[in-house]
């Protein structure tokens, strides 16, 4: 069975003060790493797919990274709007279903 | 990029009664849309696939009789929960598949079951 776990629970920065988010994964064959950014009472936002270890992509202070059992999202200097929370999904092979981790609910205090 | 619509944004029903859940790709084709709910400061589970033109395929432990789903076209995927409880009240969300690689999410549905 799909596994996707992450971890903190919740992280509250101070503006400007650099972090990590960690998603650990099992997954058979993973097809995809997926990060969503999701606001109270909406839908998740799409931010990244990751497909193999060692790819790096970046989203203004964003960037996520994938090795063969975990995914990490970096924050650099982040702003109170960056606050939300952030979710990991993976995607086994020849597969469209997603296995989401609980999320991270990220706090950036001015 | 792709949106992905839902109608009606909430929605609040008294115990007993149905509610249909819309779920529209606005400027791309999708021939498999998934219904996922979320429970207050939970993850999103999975409840189904629906897939244009054939039966969902339903996630274990969801009722199909409770939650029906039709897509009947590339765009849109309804959802309709079934004389709804108090314990169907949750955040309903449905994706659209843009592409292999790519789930676009719906802003999602608050359902409120009195």
């Known amino acids: 069975e799909d596994q996707v776990t992450q971890s903190p629970e919740a992280l509250r920065l101070q503006e400007g003060e650099s972090s990590s988010l960690n998603c650990s994964y099992t997954?058979?064959?993973?097809?995809?790493l997926f990060w969503y950014r999701q606001d109270p009472g909406k839908g998740p936002e799409f931010l990244f797919t990751?497909?193999?270890a060692g790819e790096e992509k970046e989203k203004e202070r964003l960037k996520a990274t994938l090795t063969k059992k975990e995914s990490f999202l970096h924050i650099t200097a982040p702003k109170p709007e960056d606050s939300a929370t952030y979710l990991c999904a993976a995607a086994g092979a020849g597969s469209y279903q997603l296995t989401f981790g609980k999320g991270t609910k990220l706090s950036v205090i001015p | 990029g792709a949106v992905v619509s839902q109608h009606p944004s909430w929605v609040i029903c008294k115990s007993g009664t149905s509610v249909k859940i819309e779920c529209r790709s606005l400027d791309f084709q999708a021939t498999t849309m998934f219904w996922y709910r979320q429970f207050p400061k939970q993850s999103l589970m999975l409840m189904a696939t629906?897939?244009?033109?054939?039966?969902?395929?339903?996630e274990q432990g969801v009722e199909k009789d409770k939650f029906l789903i039709n897509h009947a076209s590339l765009t849109l995927s309804t959802l309709t929960v079934t004389s709804a409880h108090p314990e169907d009240s949750s955040f309903y969300i449905c994706?659209?598949?843009?592409?292999?690689?790519?789930?676009?999410f719906g802003p999602g549905t608050r359902l409120t079951v009195l």
């Open positions: 629906s897939n244009e033109g054939s039966k969902a395929t339903y």
């Open positions: 994706s659209a598949g843009g592409g292999p690689d790519t789930q676009y």
């Open positions: 997954v058979s064959g993973l097809r995809g």
């Open positions: 990751l497909y193999s």
